[in-house]
């Protein structure tokens, strides 16, 4: 699958409400953030505290062109929590962090405008 960066790319084709309830997008806190030694591209690891429900999952996001790690720490941040984990180098990724890309193909993080309790799912 081939992820759309072009802003004026149609929309995908029409899904069903149930498909779209098939994928749980979740808030969760970045409890840690460090550098993503030995990536192809620029990618910070990331601890992210989705609640009592789900609890502590691992990240690696391609975000290091725009966030600090230090800066994400006590952050927000919206991801799938029901994909398969994932190998990112030599690292297990177990949620897929969401993001948009800017007009220089940098990713801008999903994050809520104002604090939700971790573990609200998007609607």
Do not use: W
């Not at 691992?58 to 994400?72: M, T």
């Amino acid at each position: 699958m081939h992820l759309v960066h072009d802003p004026a790319a149609p929309a995908q084709d029409t899904i069903g409400f149930d498909d779209f309830l098939k994928v749980d997008i979740r808030i969760g806190t970045v409890i840690t953030a460090e550098e993503l030694v030995g990536a192809r591209k620029p990618s910070i690891r990331l601890l992210i505290d989705f609640g009592p429900g789900i609890g502590q999952k691992k990240s690696c996001a391609q975000v290091a062109a725009l966030y600090d790690p230090a800066g994400l720490v006590g952050r927000q941040i919206a991801a799938v929590v029901n994909f398969p984990p994932r190998q990112v180098g030599k690292a297990m990724s177990e949620v897929l962090t969401l993001g948009f890309a800017d007009a220089q193909d940098r990713v801008v993080l999903a994050m809520p405008e104002r604090p939700v309790p971790d573990g609200t799912r998007l609607f």
